[in-house]
């Protein structure tokens, strides 16, 4: 919903680099206030990211995981001159994957990461690396979705843009506003933000942290004046309605922390679909050859470094005789390498993985096991042809809208087909539903059903919404579905703090800084979505892989290149703010 970040068409990606426009005001990114380093002016600088000794051309590095901080990281390692060596337990993609309506070129169900913000400059940078096409998501009330209907303690409330709501809407959206202003500074540091003033960013960041690690983000709303001057219904609507894609109170126990890392980076608005599906992007990089790359032949990808297919799942990770890091894969073979990136959810290098104990240190460990993950769930159908957008005769109104509501499907999306909402081309071809996105206690419920009984309640649902539109006569084919807590290789959809959880983060984030570490627990290098600051966002899962990479490149005796200074260089200048233990 698009309710306080202020951002307008100068934000979208693509744009020039901040500030590259005379007058135009800069853009909010996601300079994320731990770590405000400009990944995008790093990936974007033309002397690249680095260069290794040239005794080191060819040397291997394992990467686990072939998500898109695996894929990141292999990518950037590749031209650097390494090999790298990926290894996946399931299918490249990992989170972003995509699965298709088979006989439907094009229709596709993200069953992760399906929206990106035009913030995350980082993420785009490989968009256009591989040439993914984009277009806006239609998040409610967004302005370029054709409708929204609103459904709370049984009364639907259709609206076209914000102001067809009614003003109790309005008031918690200005509540939420002023929370956010008084409570956390918001103007200050979206404004540090879009100066890329990195000092000031710290300076907000680092006094907020001690001040509300410990708070919950219900803790946050109900607390604040603004809110307190409300009725209780006004949290109600706020959990509801919240802000950018709406539904947030399955948040409510977590860290408001993470909710104000998203919040201040606008992550949480203006939303891009990718065209065909998110998973396009990691398989783009695994078939990318890069025009600029050091050692390899031109033509070079890590596709053809790998014979076509990643590596085999790692089943343990050990330190060998020679110092070296050994590499187990589930069919038995181990080979040896200095340096060894793991990107998979970190609660697996003890639930999935046999991993030495002294490779990490037991404050390491510790923020391994602590590490709390939502869950998710998501049902999508493909229908005949986007049929919400035809308008009913009698109301004028679209008969079916973009839904967010309190009965258990919570988020309904319409996804034309073709480029994006109303696209002519699309109006009568296939296009795809997800019936339901849910969070946490709200996934859990629908764990135990099957894809039809998930797909009959659901329909049942939107039913009561809406009476008169009979959903389920265009459906075609199969439903799909997905719990991330059920699938294989994921402990759940992605890590979400709760209180106190900052120290934990911290230890995981800074581990790509490995110089005063003891030899035996140097050399892993921890990347992907548990790791970054902003846990559910592709663009940390993107910049951890990119820390980990230096942190390689460091490893071997490289360096960044000249005045490109990378993550751990500013490292001291910019490192998370450090709690005391005692
Ligand atoms: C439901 C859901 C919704 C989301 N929505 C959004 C969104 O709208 N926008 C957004 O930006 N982000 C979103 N995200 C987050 C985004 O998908 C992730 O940040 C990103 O995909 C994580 O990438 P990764 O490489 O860190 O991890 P993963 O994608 O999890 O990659 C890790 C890989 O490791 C593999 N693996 C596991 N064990 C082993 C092993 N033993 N050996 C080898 N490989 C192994 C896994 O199979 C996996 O492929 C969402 C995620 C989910 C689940």
């Known amino acids: 919903m698009t309710l306080p970040a202020g951002t307008s068409t100068e934000d979208l990606p693509g744009a020039p680099a901040p500030g590259a426009r005379r007058g135009a005001r800069p853009p909010l990114t996601m300079l994320v206030p731990d770590f405000p380093f400009p990944y995008d002016e790093h990936l974007a600088h033309p002397a690249g990211l680095g260069s290794v000794p040239a005794h080191r051309h060819g040397t291997e590095v394992a990467v686990v995981g072939a998500g898109v901080s695996g894929l990141v990281a ?31 070129p094009g229709a596709v169900a993200d069953l992760g990461g399906m929206r990106f913000p035009a913030s995350g400059r980082a993420f785009f940078h490989y968009v256009d690396t591989v040439g993914a096409r984009t277009s806006p998501f239609p998040n409610p009330l967004a302005p370029q979705t054709p409708s929204t209907v609103i459904e709370l303690r049984n009364r639907a409330h259709y609206a076209e843009g914000p102001e067809d709501l009614p003003a109790e809407f309005g008031e918690v959206a200005a509540a939420w506003r002023r929370a956010l202003v008084e409570g956390a500074e918001l103007e200050a540091m979206q404004e540090a933000i879009r100066r890329r003033d990195l000092r000031a960013i710290k300076e907000i960041w680092n006094r907020t942290v001690p001040r509300l690690d410990e708070e919950t983000f219900y803790g946050f709303v109900a607390k604040s004046p603004s809110f307190a001057a409300l009725p209780f219904s006004s949290r109600e609507t706020f959990g509801q309605v919240g802000f950018g894609t709406g539904g947030w109170d399955t948040d409510f126990p977590n860290s408001v922390l993470e909710i104000l890392r998203v919040v201040h980076t606008d992550a949480d608005d203006q939303h891009h679909r990718i065209t065909g599906g998110a998973q396009s992007v990691p398989l783009g990089l695994w078939r990318h050859a890069p025009a600029t790359i050091a050692h390899w032949p031109a033509g070079t990808s890590l596709e053809s470094l790998h014979h076509g297919s990643p ?4 089943t343990r990770v050990r330190r060998g005789e020679d110092g070296r890091l050994l590499v187990l894969d589930r069919w038995g073979t181990e080979r040896a390498y200095e340096a060894v990136v793991v990107t998979c959810q970190s609660w ?27 869950q998710s769930s998501k049902t999508f159908v493909l229908v005949d042809r986007p049929f919400w957008r035809d308008r009913d005769p009698a109301t004028g109104r679209r008969v079916l809208s973009t839904t967010l509501t309190d009965r258990m499907t919570r988020g309904t999306y319409l996804l034309d087909g073709g480029e994006g909402i109303d696209d002519p081309a699309a109006a009568d071809s296939p296009a795809v539903i997800c019936l339901s996105y849910t969070w946490n206690d709200d996934a859990l419920k629908w764990l135990a059903l099957s894809t039809d009984e998930r797909v009959r309640l659901m329909l049942h649902n939107l039913e009561q919404i809406y009476p008169d539109v009979d959903i389920a006569s265009h459906v075609l084919g199969d439903p799909i579905t997905v719990s991330w807590e059920r699938e294989p290789h994921f402990m759940g959809a992605f890590r979400g703090n709760l209180p106190g959880h900052y120290r934990y983060q911290r230890r995981l984030f800074t581990h790509f800084v490995q110089d005063h570490l003891p030899p035996q627990q140097r050399g892993v290098f921890l990347a992907g979505d548990d790791i970054s600051f902003t846990p559910g966002w592709a663009e940390g899962a993107v910049t951890t892989g990119l820390n980990a990479v230096w942190g390689v490149v460091h490893q071997l005796g490289g360096s960044s290149a000249p005045g490109n200074p990378g993550p751990g260089d500013r490292f001291a200048e910019l490192a998370p703010v450090e709690l005391p233990d005692t």
């Open 74 to 104: 292999a990518h950037e390692l590749m031209k650097l001159g390494l090999r790298p060596v990926v290894h996946e337990a399931g299918e490249i993609g990992g989170r972003l994957r995509s699965a298709a309506f088979p006989g439907v």
């Open 311 to 314: 590596r085999p799942g790692v």
């Open 348 to 374: 697996l290098l003890s639930a999935g993985i046999d991993t030495e104990e002294s490779l990490f240190s037991h404050e390491m460990w510790m923020a391994m096991e602590r590490s709390h993950y939502m």
